[in-house]
Nanobody, 121 residues
Framework: QVQLVESGGKWVQVGDSLRLSCVASGRYIAAYAMGWFRQAPGKEREFVGT???????MYAESVKGRFTISRDNPKNTVYLQMNSLKPEDTAVYYC???????????????WGQGTQVTVSS
């Protein structure tokens, strides 16, 4: 079992930057692909980005060039750096672990509880 806990979400203004963290426990996440998803009120959960155990990353088009995922395997932690935030980035952000790189939420076995990001104009 892998337990994931996100943190760092808060209320920010348009154009601000924010870094989310996801700390894992239970197992080392070095062998897992780690993804970030988000869910806005009234909308389905959507893919944000993911990073493989080797550091290869892929992103949703809506965040490409603004968001960056990184991982610190010895710390069992994954980060989501978000720059140039927009109101449409407002959502609950979740991290998740999968055995392979994927943009499909169904491929992820473990999920955190989420952290709220609100971007105000």
């Amino acid at each position: 079992q892998v337990q994931l806990v996100e943190s760092g979400g808060k209320w920010v203004q348009v154009g601000d930057s924010l870094r989310l963290s996801c700390v894992a426990s239970g197992r080392y996440i070095a062998a897992y692909a780690m993804g970030w998803f988000r869910q806005a009120p009234g909308k389905e959960r959507e893919f944000v980005g993911t990073i493989s155990w080797t550091g290869d990353a892929m992103y949703a088009e809506s965040v490409k060039g603004r968001f960056t995922i990184s991982r610190d395997n010895p710390k069992n932690t994954v980060y989501l750096q978000m720059n140039s935030l927009k109101p449409e980035d407002t959502a609950v952000y979740y991290c998740a672990a999968a055995t392979a790189l994927s943009d499909n939420s169904g491929d992820y076995d473990y999920w955190g509880q989420g952290t709220q990001v609100t971007v105000s104009s």
